[in-house]
Every structure is written in structure tokens, then in C-alpha cells.
């Protein structure tokens, strides 16, 4: 059963009317200096970005492509240094997930990490959140890079369809028993334990 303060809390960071994504000038500027010359996209990035109502985005030192929370997303810095489409894919991706976060609130993924569920339906019910999101993100991701005027768009693949049953089953198995370990009653709480455990310590 969801919980109704954090459905609540969930929804009150999102943005409302005309507020502003905290950090989107710095992380646009970080994209401008590692593409500048695909600066015709970034209007139609930012604008996307902002329909999500993603509260705050930033990059970071992860050791993962990006990960996406109710209050935050944050994507990897070592995107900046691969191409402009695999960046344009992996940003438009996680705010595939702002997007479920603004329509459905913070628990539309609880399920997984905190209800009896048998192996199979788990794994189902990731996949088709990942699914979706990797096909918003192809589908937007060739658009913004229209804008950039590149004629001959590349070939850009779902990522999940690609990732093995087994291995969406080892991380969600995990999560879970680490939520247990760690007395992690919300899933406020267990995204915060994986950003943390995805974070580089330097």
C-alpha cells in the first residue's frame, strides 16, 4: 500500500507552475563546453527538461549512466566526454523517469523494491519502466539532435533491451535485501541508499 505522506511529499517536489529546474544554467553550460558546436539543440533540451518537472539536475561522479529521484536527477559526468547523441540519450532517459515521477508521484516503482512479488513479475514490471523510458528517450533524442543539424542520425539502441533477466534480477535482490539491512521504509529512502552506493568516494 502506497504511503500517503510520501505520495504527498512526492508530489510537492515537483515544480510548480513557472519555477525553474535548481542547477539547469550549470548543467547546460557543462553541456555547451563539452559540444559547443551542438548548440542549435539545447533550446529543445532545456525545454524538455522543464515540461518534466525535474525539481533539480546536475552532473556528477557516478559510477553508473545516470539515476533518477523524486527531489533530483543526476546524470554522469563521464557522459560529457562521449558523443553528443549517447549524452542526448542518456539525459533524455532519466528524465523519462521525471516524467513518471511527475505523473504517477515517487512510488510508481515501490513496488518492486518493497512488495511480495514473485521473480518473474519484478523483473517485468523494471523492464517495462526501463523500456519506456529508453523509448521516450530514443524517440526525443532524435529530435533534439535534428535541431543540431546532424543530417545522418546514428543508430541509438535500448539500452535494456539488451540487459539479461538475471542481472535486473541480482540488482533489484540487492536493493531489496540491503532496504531490509538498513531498516529502509520508503522508497525516498531506498533511492537515496542507491544513489549513495553509486557515488565515487573520492
Known sequence: MMHFETMLLSLEMRLQGDEQTRGLDVFMNQLNNAFHDKWRSFAALRKIILESKCPEI????????????????????????????????????????????????????????????????MIQMLKKIELTADRYAIAKGKQVLRNANIK???????????????????????????????????????????????????
Not at 529521484?69 to 532519466?94: N, P, Q, T, W
Request: with cysteine.
Open 58 to 121: 546536475r552532473f556528477e561522479n557516478i559510477r553508473a549512466l545516470g539515476i533518477s529521484m523524486g527531489d533530483k536527477c543526476i546524470i554522469s559526468d563521464g557522459v560529457l566526454r562521449s558523443s553528443f547523441a549517447h549524452a542526448v540519450y542518456v539525459i533524455l532517459h532519466e528524465i523519462a523517469h521525471q516524467m513518471q515521477y511527475t505523473k504517477y508521484g515517487e512510488e510508481f516503482a515501490a513496488a518492486i523494491f518493497m512488495n511480495e512479488m514473485a521473480d518473474d513479475q
Open 152 to 202: 545522418d542520425l546514428p543508430v541509438t539502441r535500448s539500452h535494456y533491451k539488451s540487459v539479461d533477466d538475471a542481472m535486473l534480477l541480482h540488482h533489484i535482490k540487492n536493493v531489496r535485501e540491503n532496504a531490509k539491512k538498513h531498516n529502509l521504509n520508503t522508497i525516498m529512502d531506498i533511492n537515496e541508499w542507491i544513489y549513495n552506493s553509486i557515488r565515487s568516494k573520492l
